[in-house]
């Protein structure tokens, strides 16, 4: 892990608990990480984002990117729940613009549209993929299928052609990651 110390990000520590960043991760302008957050090798954190683990955890695996403007969020131990719900975010997950992730566990290679919502103890499983705009409320996408709509209901399963483009699109991430670095450096 590395430690980023620029004027254009905040990274912050809180109630003893400071992000670790991979050395290899892409933090862009703009962002706000902040506690009790993990970001594994090649993950991708994109203009303006907001990760704040101040009262749980957030874990975000390799190759996954958070795309612009995301916030991501956890839920605070409670009586009825003491360990709460940390956001744990697989390797390989494509999260679109926009999106709010919120003490919910996305499995590999799992896909989140531009706008979508993920709320309060929802998993999505590896393959599985939430459609832009929609809201999942606490409950589980299965491996490979696609939910839509707000709240998100079962639409259909994923042809392998759909997977693949996703897998696609996470290895482009990866690589735009790397020339938005280089830019951002003057190369």
């Known amino acids: 892990m590395t430690e980023i110390s620029r004027p254009d990000i905040t990274i912050a520590a809180i109630h003893g608990k400071a992000p670790r960043i ?40 390799a190759c996954t990117n958070i795309q612009d403007g995301t916030v991501i969020h956890c ?14 975010i697989g390797a ?4 679109g613009h926009m999106a709010m992730l919120h003490g919910c ?3 590999d290679r799992a896909f989140v549209g531009l706008g979508a919502v993920v709320m309060d103890g929802s998993v999505i499983e590896s393959d599985g993929m939430l459609a832009g705009g929609a809201m999942l409320t606490g409950k589980r996408i299965g491996a490979g299928q ?11 399963d994923l042809d392998e052609a ?10 482009g991430y990866v690589q735009n ?11």
């Open 146 to 156: 696609l939910w839509m709509g707000r709240p998100a209901k079962f639409a259909r």
């Open 92 to 95: 390989d997950c494509l999260i």
């Open 162 to 171: 759909t997977k693949a483009a996703n897998q696609a699109g996470v290895c």
């Open 75 to 88: 839920d605070s131990p409670k009586p009825q729940r003491p360990e709460g719900h940390a956001t744990i």
């Open 177 to 187: 990651a790397k020339d938005h670095a280089a830019a951002l450096r003057g190369a």
């Open 22 to 61: 991979h050395e290899s991760a892409f933090i862009a302008p703009g962002c706000r990480i902040i506690g009790d957050v993990e970001i594994g090798p090649e993950a991708s954190i994109w203009y303006n984002c907001v990760i704040r683990g101040d009262v749980n955890r957030i874990v975000i695996g």
């Open 105 to 107: 566990r996305l499995e």
